[in-house]
């Protein structure tokens, strides 16, 4: 049975993205594919009643301590961009559009999204600054935006948040290995254990 690591995603998470700059690498070094599954965090916020530690100030001050150690210990830059948290609901759409319909380059773009927001500190949330950020990195931003826009990319989005919730995600980053969820970036290591054992 080959191995799979799934990658629930959503690219507003800082640690999310500590986990994507990890992931691949780490499922390299086991022989094993990585599959990503973007979902909209807010909706997985809504539905069970979790909230991003941001909401709660003496956490959300820890947590930006934190993740500072985290890409320290990566050796990865880490740059919170203003107004963060940021509202991803047209990135993910996007996001998720591009692996529907141009699934060859969703890696791309999901460096080049992930690198706006944490490694230049870039609002995304800006429709400018995503233009300009999609066209620096190699993208068409009327294309992202047009599939965006899709009745079917929406719907796409909404069934796999709700995928999400039905496997008890509560947050993001959260993978699963061999049916086993773990949550945070900070569980790598478990992920990297369950695939051991799987082999």
């Known amino acids: ?27 390299a070094r086991h022989g094993a594919r990585l ?10 916020f809504q539905a069970t009643g979790n909230a991003s530690p941001v909401m709660v100030p003496a ?10 150690r985290y890409a320290d210990r990566y050796g990865v830059p880490l740059t ?3 107004g963060f948290p940021v509202n991803t609901l047209s990135l993910m759409r996007g996001l998720i559009g591009v692996q529907l319909f ?21 609002n995304l ?8 950020t999609l066209t620096a990195g190699g993208f068409e931003a009327e294309m ?18 709700e995928e999400a919730v039905e496997r008890g995600l509560f947050g993001a980053p959260t993978c699963f290995v061999d049916g086993q969820m773990f949550f945070g970036q900070d569980r790598l290591d478990f992920v ?7 082999a």
Do not use: N, W
Request: glycine share 6%; aromatic share 10%.
């Open 1 to 27: 049975m080959s191995k799979t690591v799934e990658f629930f995603l959503d690219l507003g998470s800082p640690a999310t993205y500590l986990a994507f700059t990890q992931l691949p690498a780490l499922c």
């Open 35 to 44: 599959v990503y599954k973007p979902i909209l965090l807010g909706g997985v």
């Open 59 to 68: 956490k959300g001050r820890y947590m930006r301590i934190d993740l500072k």
């Open 80 to 82: 919170l961009p203003p």
């Open 102 to 122: 141009a699934e060859e380059r969703f890696e791309a773009l999901l460096k080049v999204l992930f690198e706006g927001l944490f490694v230049h500190g870039r």
């Open 125 to 132: 949330a800006d429709p400018a600054v995503l233009d300009e």
């Open 144 to 161: 992202f935006h047009e599939l965006a826009a899709r009745p079917e990319v929406k719907d796409a989005l909404r069934k796999a948040t």
């Open 192 to 198: 990297e254990q369950a695939l051991v054992r799987q």
